[in-house]
C-alpha cells in the first residue's frame, strides 16, 4: 500500500501536503506527515512497527494507550505548577476506531501526534544536555510512577534480568562453535574471564528485588539520548518518545542504561579503547538533572542500587555482544565479524571505567539525592 493511501485510513483532517521519512530510529521506519486547511496545519508521525523486535504489535497499543491515557490525565493535572509544557504523543486511530493498521503484507502502522517544535539529538552534546536527559528521564518516571505496572503487558520478557544472559551466555560456551570461538583468540580469553571476575555481581538488582527492597515500577525501557526531545526554543527537555519498550520494570534499568550511553562520547563501535571513558561530568550533569526531580519518589533503597545499576547494565550489555559473537552474531546485526566481539571490549572497557569512579560516582548521587 502506497503511504498516501495508507495515511488516509487514519482520522486526521485537512489534505495531505507531504509525507517524508523521519528521525534516525533504528527500530521503526518513522514518517513525518503534513495536513493542512486553510487555517491550520497538522504534523503527525506515521511509524511501521518492527515486526522483527515486536511480535504482537496489538499488545504494544494495548501498553500505549494506557500510558499516554495515564500521562495525559497527570499532565493536565500538573500543568498549572508546572515550569514548561511537557509532551506526550496522542494516539490518532484509524477511521473505523483503531489504533493501529495492518496492511496487506502483515506489517502494522500506526500515527501518532509530532512532539511540536524539538529535536532528539543522536549524541550527547554536552553537560546541559545531559542535565536535560535526566530531567525528561526522571519527569516520565514521575508521571508513571503511580501507574498500575501490571495494566502493562511486557513486551521483551526479562529484557534487563542479568543472570539470564548469564545462562545464556554460559550455554553458548558450552557448544562446539561457542567454545572454539572463545578459544580462537587471546582478546575472546580475556573477555571471558572479564565476565568470570563479575559473575557473583551479575545477580545485584534480583536479590534486591527477592529481598523486597526493591520493587517493580513502570520503566521506559529505552532511555537513550534520541529518544529524549529537546525543545527548539528553550533548549530544555520536553518529551520522552519511543514508548514501545515501556513495560513492568526496575527505575535502576533506566537510569543505569541512560549513563552508560549518555557517558560514553566514544560510542559502542570504537576501535581505540582508551578512548572509551566514563565520562563524570555528563555523569554530574545528568544526576543533577535526573535527582532533583526523582528526589521526591525514589527511596532510600533505591538511591542505594543506582551506582550498582549503571555498572551492572553496562555489564550486560557487554556480555550481551560477546555472548552473540561466540553464538556466531545472530542476534546484533554486524557488517564485519569481529563487530560484536569489539562492541563487548567498549562495554567492558567502560564499566572497569566506571568501577574505577565508584566512590566519586556513589559521592554524586549521595549529595544530589
Ligand atoms: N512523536 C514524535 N514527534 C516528533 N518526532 C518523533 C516522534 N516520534 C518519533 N520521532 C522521530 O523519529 C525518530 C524515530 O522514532 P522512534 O519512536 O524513536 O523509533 P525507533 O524505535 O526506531 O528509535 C525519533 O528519534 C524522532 O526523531
Ligand atoms: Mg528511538
Same mark, same amino acid.
Given at each position: 500500500m502506497?503511504l498516501?493511501v495508507?495515511?488516509?485510513?487514519?482520522?486526521?483532517?485537512?489534505?495531505?501536503?507531504?509525507i517524508?521519512?523521519n528521525g534516525g530510529?533504528n527500530?521503526?521506519?518513522?514518517y513525518?506527515?503534513?495536513f493542512?486547511n486553510?487555517?491550520d496545519?497538522?504534523?503527525?508521525?506515521?511509524q511501521?512497527?518492527n515486526r522483527?523486535?515486536f511480535?504482537?504489535?496489538?499488545?504494544i497499543m494495548?501498553?500505549?494507550?494506557?500510558?499516554?491515557v495515564?500521562?495525559?490525565?497527570k499532565l493536565?493535572?500538573?500543568?498549572e505548577q508546572?515550569?514548561?509544557v511537557? *509532551?506526550m504523543?496522542?494516539?490518532i486511530?484509524?477511521?473505523d476506531g483503531?489504533?493501529?493498521? &495492518? /496492511? #496487506?503484507?502483515?506489517?502494522?502502522?500506526?500515527?501518532?501526534t509530532?512532539?511540536?517544535?524539538?529535536?532528539a539529538?543522536?549524541?550527547?552534546?554536552?553537560p546541559?544536555h545531559?542535565?536535560e536527559c535526566?530531567?525528561v528521564?526522571a519527569?516520565f518516571h514521575?508521571?508513571?510512577?503511580?501507574?498500575?505496572q501490571?495494566?502493562l503487558?511486557?513486551?521483551?520478557p526479562?529484557?534487563?534480568i542479568?543472570?539470564?544472559?548469564l545462562?545464556?551466555y554460559?550455554g553458548?560456551?558450552?557448544?562446539?562453535a561457542?567454545?572454539?570461538?572463545?578459544?580462537?583468540?587471546?582478546e575472546?580469553?580475556?573477555?571471558?574471564k572479564?565476565?568470570?571476575?563479575?559473575?557473583?555481581f551479575a545477580?545485584?538488582l534480583?536479590?534486591?528485588i527477592?529481598?523486597g527492597e526493591? *520493587?517493580?515500577?513502570v520503566?521506559?525501557g529505552d532511555?537513550?539520548?534520541?529518544n529524549?526531545? &529537546? /525543545? #527548539?526554543?528553550?533548549?530544555?527537555?520536553t518529551?520522552m518518545?519511543?514508548?514501545?519498550?515501556?513495560?513492568p520494570?526496575?527505575?535502576?534499568?533506566?537510569?543505569?542504561?541512560?549513563?552508560?550511553?549518555?557517558c560514553?562520547?566514544a560510542?559502542?563501535?570504537?576501535l581505540n579503547?582508551?578512548?572509551v571513558?566514563?565520562?563524570?561530568?555528563?555523569?554530574?550533569?545528568?544526576c543533577?538533572?535526573?535527582l532533583?526531580?526523582?528526589r521526591a519518589?525514589?527511596?532510600?533503597?533505591?538511591?542505594?542500587?543506582?551506582?550498582?545499576?549503571v555498572r551492572?547494565i553496562?555489564?550486560?550489555?557487554g556480555?550481551?555482544?560477546?555472548?552473540?559473537y561466540l553464538?556466531?552474531s545472530?542476534?546484533?546485526?554486524?557488517?564485519?565479524p569481529?563487530q560484536?566481539l569489539n562492541?563487548?571490549?567498549v562495554?567492558?572497557r567502560l564499566?572497569?571505567?566506571i568501577?574505577?569512579?565508584e566512590r566519586m560516582i556513589?559521592e554524586?548521587?549521595?549529595?544530589?539525592a
Amino acid at each position: 500500500m502506497e503511504l498516501s493511501v495508507l495515511i488516509h485510513k487514519f482520522d486526521i483532517p485537512g489534505r495531505l501536503v507531504t509525507i517524508n521519512p523521519n528521525g534516525g530510529g533504528n527500530i521503526n521506519d518513522t514518517y513525518l506527515a503534513i495536513f493542512r486547511n486553510t487555517f491550520d496545519e497538522r504534523q503527525v508521525i506515521l511509524q511501521r512497527m518492527n515486526r522483527a523486535v515486536f511480535e504482537n504489535p496489538q499488545q504494544i497499543m494495548a501498553n500505549l494507550r494506557v500510558l499516554t491515557v495515564h500521562t495525559h490525565r497527570k499532565l493536565e493535572e500538573e500543568a498549572e505548577q508546572s515550569d514548561r509544557v511537557w *509532551q506526550m504523543p496522542k494516539l490518532i486511530q484509524t477511521r473505523d476506531g483503531k489504533d493501529c493498521l &495492518i /496492511d #496487506d503484507r502483515g506489517d502494522a502502522w500506526r500515527v501518532i501526534t509530532k512532539i511540536a517544535s524539538a529535536t532528539a539529538f543522536n549524541e550527547t552534546q554536552g553537560p546541559e544536555h545531559a542535565a536535560e536527559c535526566g530531567a525528561v528521564l526522571a519527569h516520565f518516571h514521575g508521571l508513571v510512577n503511580d501507574l498500575d505496572q501490571t495494566e502493562l503487558t511486557d513486551p521483551l520478557p526479562g529484557f534487563h534480568i542479568t543472570p539470564r544472559y548469564l545462562e545464556k551466555y554460559d550455554g553458548t560456551v558450552a557448544t562446539v562453535a561457542g567454545r572454539e570461538r572463545l578459544n580462537a583468540s587471546m582478546e575472546a580469553r580475556r573477555l571471558a574471564k572479564f565476565i568470570e571476575d563479575r559473575r557473583a555481581f551479575a545477580p545485584v538488582l534480583q536479590q534486591a528485588i527477592a529481598r523486597g527492597e526493591l *520493587q517493580l515500577h513502570v520503566m521506559h525501557g529505552d532511555p537513550k539520548v534520541n529518544n529524549v526531545m &529537546i /525543545d #527548539d526554543f528553550t533548549g530544555k527537555g520536553t518529551a520522552m518518545i519511543d514508548l514501545d519498550t515501556v513495560s513492568p520494570g526496575l527505575l535502576h534499568y533506566d537510569f543505569g542504561d541512560a549513563l552508560r550511553s549518555i557517558c560514553n562520547p566514544a560510542g559502542e563501535e570504537e576501535l581505540n579503547l582508551n578512548k572509551v571513558v566514563f565520562d563524570m561530568d555528563l555523569c554530574l550533569a545528568f544526576c543533577k538533572g535526573y535527582l532533583a526531580q526523582a528526589r521526591a519518589f525514589l527511596t532510600d533503597a533505591d538511591r542505594r542500587y543506582l551506582y550498582d545499576s549503571v555498572r551492572l547494565i553496562t555489564f550486560e550489555l557487554g556480555m550481551r555482544f560477546f555472548q552473540d559473537y561466540l553464538a556466531g552474531s545472530v542476534y546484533f546485526k554486524t557488517r564485519h565479524p569481529e563487530q560484536n566481539l569489539n562492541r563487548a571490549r567498549v562495554q567492558f572497557r567502560l564499566c572497569e571505567s566506571i568501577e574505577a569512579r565508584e566512590r566519586m560516582i556513589r559521592e554524586q548521587i549521595n549529595t544530589l539525592a
